[in-house]
């Protein structure tokens, strides 16, 4: 039994867990919540990349580079960690999260409330362990395919009115990015990543605290090479080169601190976070065969910091309404920084010299974005709720200024205990990226082999888009329960990224007009050691003439999409994840599918990539009764080897293959201490 003082740190703590809740909940929303024992059934379990816990989400769809899509959209994604706003990153590849620090993942998705804003296609809130989950140090090494090699270590501590967690970790395997070839095994493509996370929270009193998020990141990254292609062009003094000896590589760094204040005193619930994040990518060029094959060589270094605060509150008025307004305003500078070797071209557009001209060039964007809102949360009844408000949004960058009142709507009905339903409305203002690139620059690669064929560079603008989500949660027996929901979105400007040269960069375009519209299925069985799940999603998208950053295209298919309506790139029509984790004893057992119907392909994505269907298996073992007793844990991914292509090169903003990953062994084992 614990001591008194402890059990009122917990209650305390617990009351400000849920104040916390209570200031930014999904009303009208639609919320899928992947608890621990979920997470732990992913495969490679608290080793697995944060995106392989996303994906066993309803209606998130499988790219290349670890990118995700849920419900049709290219990115759009908000990051929060125990209720408190992540900066935004650039668009790398590099896993920031990492999952072993959450204690569960919810995504939030539909027609959010008026508290959220910018990126809309969904919320991703993590809960960080706490309270008991903290008790206690980990130190574990994870290995086995592909040179994977993963040690780890957690720290973490509650007493007081304080607690602490920490966990850092380093990576290294040989497929650090998909495979370009269906070959097992791809060649360079080793990575070494280390990740830092810390989460600090200290009670000032009954009614307030401070809490601190910080993480650091370093990662390294060789792109991995196509053997056997034919050299394009010729380099004075080269030599006879080979495709499969192609030396590029990429490192990503990122960081970011954020410091929160919360509080809740009577009716009154309060939380202000400021927050600032610097991160970069480099990109070094294989200068002699990337000039032989591609006829242009490009080292990149893009750069960034973000700098912010977030207000929110909620005050309840009476029994039947909540009151909530808040801000967020931030500040970017981004700087773009390349050293371009190109050949130079003659009228026709023919290799005119074997000597590379060297084209130096700096670039940079600054932008605003700030957002305020106000709604109310008004209980009609105790079985109908309507949740009702506004928000004012900005987006004032060097390259756009644009501004919109933006009204939201939803209604909770709970017909009865077991049933819940919900139908939305929501006015979307998603800005773009602070990443454009000035004609100027274009102009330096005129007459040369890295010259676009279209000169046209409009800036892209922020999309604007109505949505409608309307859906029903039923719970069918004791641990069981089905949801049923449907969404369909109408936008201008809508937005895209696509990769548009070697370096793994996404860059923004997005078309005139566009709408997105689909239906998904989700259900979970939780009874004694059984924890099941199963999802199905649908989407159906639809793009009509791009209105930005047009030299990135090739003028035929800038034609053709500007009287045809189109599929987005990263449609993935159907997809399927399923999984079962039977837990006994000290033992668990536990298998999943991924099914993934294909993402668009060849010209203007009037093609589809084949479908496909993953299955993995593992398990773990507790040596003892313990917290602090030696776990292991076995898994194969891709169980039966199923080869499969996620991109083959071709569609709009692709510009290289990439393979799924072939079947892996993998070992892990922990011990507390």
Not at 404 to 429: E, M, N
């Amino acid at each position: 039994t614990a001591p008194p003082a402890t059990t009122g740190d917990v209650v305390v703590t617990g009351r400000l867990d849920a104040a916390r809740d209570r200031i930014a909940p999904s009303l009208g929303a639609v919320e899928y919540t992947i608890g621990p024992a979920q997470i732990a059934a992913t495969p490679q379990g608290e080793d697995a990349s944060f995106n392989q816990v996303l994906l066993r989400a309803p209606g998130v769809v499988l790219d290349s580079f670890g990118e995700e899509h849920v419900r049709g959209e290219h990115g759009g994604l908000t990051y929060r960690v125990n209720g408190v706003l992540l900066p935004e990153s650039l668009n790398g590849f590099g896993q920031e999260l990492d999952t072993r620090i959450a204690r569960s993942v919810s995504l939030v998705t539909g027609a959010l409330p008026a508290q959220f804003g910018f990126r809309t296609a969904g919320i991703v809130d993590v809960t960080t362990k706490s309270g008991g989950a903290l008790a206690g140090n980990r130190v574990g090494v994870h290995g086995g395919s592909y040179d994977t090699v993963q040690p780890s270590i957690q720290l973490g501590g509650a007493g007081g009115r304080a607690e602490y967690f920490a966990s850092g970790s380093y990576l290294h395997d040989a497929i650090g990015i998909e495979n370009p070839t269906a070959g097992a095994r791809p060649l360079h493509d080793g990575t070494g990543q280390g990740k830092l996370f810390g989460y600090a929270s200290l009670r000032l009193d009954a009614d307030s605290r401070v809490s601190l998020l910080a993480s650091g990141g370093t990662a390294r990254f060789q792109l991995p090479d196509t053997p056997g292609l034919a050299p394009v062009f010729v380099l004075a003094g080269a030599g006879p080169v080979a495709s499969r000896d192609v030396d590029e590589n990429q490192t990503e760094t990122n960081g970011y601190l954020v410091l929160s204040y919360q509080r809740s005193a009577g009716a009154l619930d309060l939380q202000v976070s400021p927050y600032v994040r610097h991160g970069r990518i480099g990109f070094r060029a294989d200068r002699v065969r990337d000039l032989v094959f591609q006829g242009v060589a490009a080292d990149v270094a893009e750069s960034f910091t973000t700098a912010g605060v977030q207000a929110d509150l909620a005050r309840r008025i009476g029994g039947t309404h909540t009151l909530r307004a808040g801000l967020i305003a931030q500040h970017t500078d981004e700087h773009l920084d390349t050293l371009t070797f190109a050949f130079p071209v003659d009228a026709g557009g023919g290799q005119g010299a074997t000597t590379a001209l060297a084209i130096p060039d700096r670039s940079g964007n600054r932008a605003w974005e700030a957002g305020v809102y106000v709604q109310d949360e008004w209980r009609l009844s105790g079985r109908l709720t309507l949740d009702y408000g506004a928000r004012y949004d900005r987006f004032d960058a060097s390259f756009d200024h644009e501004g919109q009142f933006s009204p939201r709507a939803g209604v909770v009905w709970t017909p009865d205990a077991k049933t819940t339903a919900h139908l939305g409305y929501a006015r979307y203002f998603a800005p773009p990226s602070a990443q454009f690139i000035p004609p100027a620059s274009l102009a330096r690669l005129a007459g040369t082999s890295a010259a676009p064929e279209v000169l046209a560079d409009t800036p892209t603008r922020v999309e604007r888009s109505h949505y409608v989500d309307a859906g029903i949660r039923r719970v069918l027996a004791p641990g069981w329960q089905v949801t049923l929901d449907g969404f369909y979105k109408r936008a201008r400007h809508l937005g895209d990224l696509g990769q548009f040269g070697a370096a793994v960069i996404l860059s923004p375009f997005s078309y005139d007009r566009g709408h997105v519209e689909g239906g998904e299925i989700s259900t979970t069985w939780v009874h004694g050691g059984w924890n099941l799940f199963g999802n199905f999603g649908h989407v159906e998208t639809s793009a009509t003439a791009i209105d930005s950053a047009e030299y990135q295209f090739p003028p035929g298919e800038l034609a053709y999409i500007a009287t045809h309506a189109i599929r987005l790139d990263h449609e993935g029509e159907y997809t399927v994840s399923a999984g079962a984790a039977r837990a006994w004893g000290r033992d668990t057992l536990h298998t999943d599918l991924q099914y993934g119907h294909g993402l668009r392909s060849g010209f203007a994505n009037t093609g589809k990539q084949p479908s496909y269907a993953t299955i993995d298996i593992g398990g773990e073992h507790r040596f003892g009764s313990g917290s602090q007793s030696p776990t292991l844990r076995l898994d194969v991914v891709n169980l039966f080897d199923h080869a499969y292509p996620i991109r083959d090169g071709s569609g709009l903003g692709i510009s290289a293959a990439q393979y799924g990953q072939r079947r892996g062994f993998y070992a892990g084992l922990t011990k507390g201490f």
